[in-house]
């Protein structure tokens, strides 16, 4: 999982007329832009800093951000300087606000609209704005209300309520110096972390509540630190000790197997619980001698080890009453955990639903699949002459098999690859406006193509 974050700062503004230096200049941004940095490269965040830019640069800057972005991202956009609303909406205001006030007696103009940030993030992942800007604004706002509406899996955290300060002083703010305080509590979820920041900041000042909003459709932990129990740990050595023996007796892949479903047998608990506690010392030891290893919930981390298991019903098979059996010999498989809202299936971008056709049909010795998918896409496909899959590429609306007397049998299980952007927005995030009968959907990859054909 990529953690990014951007953080910008608006402490000096340009000399404007109406606004003359130094009176929108804010001296405590330089203090906080450099605590929260310190604080987001502590917990793994990738972070870029932005010091007193102009509008053009936040968007070249957040746009360029999301470019190959993974849809499982954490991001943070960090900002400290003014803000306020007008006509409804939320803003923040660059360095360069009042010079563009001046000139277009635009506020839309001069400002940065929260909307328009969080556009910028839409389907590429998951989105913690931190604003900690006034909402009162310095006399522009007319006096409508300004909802702060939040968008799916986008949190927002602002530094105080409506048309209320974020108090500051030449050092840090009270909300920055919070999060600042609270951020390296371990294991526990943004909105949970915000929480205890309005607590820290009632204990210190008894004033200024921050608010927060949220979109997320599951728990986001921005600070995940791995730790294990003794249990765990028994599993582990137990695994560990005979391990090898499994593995030279049965074969590497029967041997894994086997170990932890006698594991789960010996310590009486299910084999996805086997599984999970082995890898929560064996991910601690390999991230105390500076390997990275993926960061995964408990909920997660099982599913994909059941998803895992049961993609061939080779081995692991299940019973009308849900009994599981590996090879045949009973098994206990434990819990399953249900899909997680971000491994459920996405319904297709309005107005982009793309049907998929196939046709196959012989001739002259070839076999030619043709297809409405768009060229430079990439597939696998299986035919009864060859032990493996073999990769081919869409070109002219079709794929062409040669040499294809002997095949009687094609099929398409396979993902879409390509690296054309354009093809990838005709596709969507995990091919989600593809549908039709020739597509399935798989809780890890997303939609994938299935396709058979006998000659």
């Known amino acids: 999982m990529q953690k990014r974050a951007i953080i910008f700062s608006a402490g000096e503004y340009l000399n404007s007329l109406s606004y003359p230096k130094p009176k929108l200049d804010l001296q405590g941004v330089k203090c906080d832009v450099l605590a929260i940095e310190k604080r987001l490269n502590q917990i793994g965040f990738n972070v870029i800093r932005k010091d007193n830019v102009c509008k053009s640069e936040y968007f070249s800057t957040l746009k360029k951000s999301v470019e190959n972005c993974p849809s499982d991202a954490i991001h943070i956009v960090y900002f400290s300087g003014h803000g306020g609303h007008y006509n409804g909406k939320n803003y923040i205001y660059p360095s360069d606000f009042a010079v563009r006030y001046d000139r277009t007696k ?13 556009s910028v993030f839409k389907d590429k992942g998951k989105l913690i704005l931190i604003l900690d800007a006034c909402r009162n604004d310095f006399g522009v706002s007319k006096g409508y209300y300004s909802e702060m509406a939040s968008a799916e899996n986008v949190y927002i955290a602002y530094g105080t309520m409506f ?13 920055t110096e919070a999060i600042c305080d609270e951020i390296l509590t371990p294991n526990i979820d943004v909105d949970s972390l915000f929480t205890q920041v309005r607590q820290n900041i009632l204990r210190k000042h008894h004033a200024q509540i921050p608010p927060s909003v949220t979109g997320l459709l599951e728990g986001v932990v ?16 137990f695994v560990q000790k005979y391990g090898d023996e499994y593995t ?14 006698d594991a789960s047998q010996y310590f009486d608990i299910g084999l996805l619980d086997a599984i999970w506690k082995f890898r929560k010392v064996s991910n601690k030891i390999f991230k105390n001698t ?32 849900h009994t599981w059996y590996y090879n045949g010999r009973q098994i206990r498989m434990g819990e399953i955990p249900p899909l997680p ?4 299936r996405k319904l297709p971008e309005q107005g982009k639903e793309f049907y998929v056709n196939f046709d196959a049909k012989k001739e002259e010795g070839n076999i030619i699949i043709k297809t409405n998918l768009p060229d430079q896409c990439e597939i696998f496909i299986w035919d009864n002459k ?3 899959s073999k990769n081919f590429i869409v070109t002219g ?16 299980d396979s993902g879409i690859f390509t690296s054309n952007r354009i093809v990838q927005q005709i596709l969507g995030d995990k091919c989600r406006n593809l549908v039709g009968k020739y597509v399935k959907y798989h809780p890890i990859h997303g939609n994938q193509l299935t396709y058979l054909c006998e000659f």
């Open 341 to 344: 809202p971000s491994m459920q």
């Open 386 to 388: 060859s032990n493996f």
């Open 248 to 261: 030279d007796k049965y074969g590497y892949f029967h041997g894994d197997d086997l170990i932890f479903i």
């Open 222 to 237: 921005l600070h995940s630190e791995l730790s294990y129990d003794d249990d765990d740990k028994k599993v582990y050595d």
């Open 397 to 412: 609306g079709k794929i062409t098999i040669t040499d294809a007397d002997e095949i009687k049998r094609v099929r398409i």
């Open 290 to 321: 500076g390997i990275s290893v993926p960061e995964l919930t408990e909920a997660k981390e099982k599913l994909v080890i059941f998803l895992g298991f049961t993609r061939s019903q080779k081995f692991f098979t299940c019973d009308e009453s």
């Open 106 to 118: 635009d506020v839309d103009d001069a400002s940065i609209n929260i909307k328009d940030i969080i």
């Open 163 to 175: 048309q209320s300060s974020s108090i500051a002083t030449n050092r840090m703010s009270w909300f």
